[in-house]
């Protein structure tokens, strides 16, 4: 008879061992598994960090719409609530072994939601604020966006202690036009200029070249991060998983520099390993470095 005791020894190293750090994600659950809040907390886990997901919306691709979102915002009562418990057990004032100091905040989707994160932001004492600037979701009405975009760069970039808009978003909150490297330089210096945060402007495939480049700039430091394409499309959960893995090495100490080589490493290895799916786009996988 095989035995299944415990080994007690084994058991009392592990229970040793110090508490890890602490993320929390504000961002929208995406069905596919993809994106959103799903990427985020794979990345926390991967790079050793407790994760925790305070969720905006729910969005659902509709494969009988070319695929654009279906998007149903969280009652914004719900979502103070789940801000309320979530910084109540790992706030400063918690008491926790790991304080939640580092957040990442990805899409957020309306005006409304917008005002509700940014008055719970304002007073939580987080000194990591990664902002992923989510500025349009495919299928919304264009006039909603808008507002969503306008309120977006108001009220919660100026929280942002680090940034990474992808090129679009980049052309957005710069005001500039991207084309090439230099002007993507350009454009992470202007949007350091304008919000004070860290910024990892992402080039990614959409800029020519055999070599996915990003721009970080800190108002000190500027650093290219360049590694080669996997494709020249675009992959599902990439920018989200940047954004994770910037958060998660920030919440464990890394300097917001060391933060974004990181990221861009493990972005790299997880587009090389993507899964296929019958979506007529790839995600991401998380475990892509291992």
């Given at each position: 008879?095989?035995?299944?005791?415990?080994?007690?020894?084994?058991?009392?190293?592990?229970?040793?061992?110090?508490?890890?750090?602490?993320?929390?994600?504000?961002?929208?659950?995406?069905?596919?598994?993809?994106?959103?809040?799903?990427?985020?907390?794979?990345?926390?886990?991967?790079?050793?960090?407790?994760?925790?997901?305070?969720?905006?919306?729910?969005?659902?691709?509709?494969?009988?719409?070319?695929?654009?979102?279906?998007?149903?915002?969280?009652?914004?009562?719900?979502?103070?609530?789940?801000?309320?418990?979530?910084?109540?057990?790992?706030?400063?004032?918690?008491?926790?072994?790991?304080v939640l100091d580092t957040v990442k905040i990805g899409m957020l989707?309306?005006?409304?939601?917008?005002?509700?994160?940014?008055?719970?932001?304002?007073?939580?004492?987080?000194?990591?604020?990664?902002?992923?600037?989510?500025?349009?979701?495919?299928?919304?009405?264009?006039?909603?966006?808008?507002?969503?975009?306008?309120?977006?760069?108001?009220r919660i970039l100026p929280l942002a202690t680090f940034v990474t808009?992808?090129?679009?978003?980049?052309?957005?909150?710069?005001?500039?036009?991207?084309?090439?490297?230099?002007?993507?330089?350009?454009?992470?210096?202007?949007?350091?200029?304008?919000?004070?945060?860290?910024?990892?402007?992402?080039?990614?495939?959409?800029?020519?070249?055999?070599?996915?480049?990003?721009?970080?700039?800190?108002?000190?430091?500027?650093?290219?991060?360049?590694?080669?394409?996997?494709?020249?499309?675009?992959?599902?959960?990439?920018?989200?998983?940047?954004?994770a893995a910037v958060t998660a090495e920030l919440a464990k100490g890394?300097?917001?520099?060391?933060?974004?080589?990181?990221?861009?490493?493990?972005?790299?290895?997880?587009?090389?390993?993507?899964?296929?799916?019958?979506?007529?786009?790839?995600?991401?996988?998380?475990?892509?470095?291992?």
């Open positions: 008879m095989t035995s299944t005791a415990f080994d007690a020894a084994a058991l009392a190293a592990s229970s040793a061992t110090a508490a890890p750090a602490v993320a929390l994600t504000i961002a929208g659950s995406e069905a596919t598994g993809g994106a959103g809040a799903q990427a985020d907390l794979k990345t926390f886990q991967e790079l050793g960090v407790f994760g925790i997901a305070n969720l905006t919306c729910i969005v659902s691709f509709n494969p009988q719409d070319n695929w654009n979102h279906r998007f149903v915002p969280i009652d914004q009562q719900v979502i103070a609530d789940q801000l309320e418990a979530t910084t109540a057990a790992y706030g400063a004032a918690s008491g926790a072994p790991s989707g309306s005006p409304a939601t917008i005002a509700t994160v940014a008055s719970a932001l304002a007073g939580s004492g987080f000194a990591n604020v990664v902002l992923d600037p989510v500025l349009i979701c495919k299928g919304q009405e264009p006039g909603h966006a808008l507002d969503t975009d306008q309120a977006l760069k108001a808009p992808n090129h679009f978003e980049a052309e957005s909150l710069s005001g500039l036009r991207i084309t090439d490297l230099e002007s993507l330089k350009a454009a992470a210096v202007r949007i350091h200029e304008l919000s004070g945060a860290a910024v990892l402007a992402k080039g990614g495939v959409r800029l020519a070249g055999p070599d996915a480049v990003d721009v970080y700039y800190d108002g000190e430091t500027l650093e290219v991060l360049s590694a080669p394409k996997v494709g020249e499309v675009a992959v599902s959960g990439a920018g989200c998983s940047l954004a890394a300097t917001p520099l060391e933060a974004a080589r990181t990221a861009k490493l493990f972005v790299t290895a997880g587009i090389r390993n993507r899964v296929a799916s019958g979506a007529p786009f790839d995600a991401l996988w998380q475990g892509g470095p291992r």
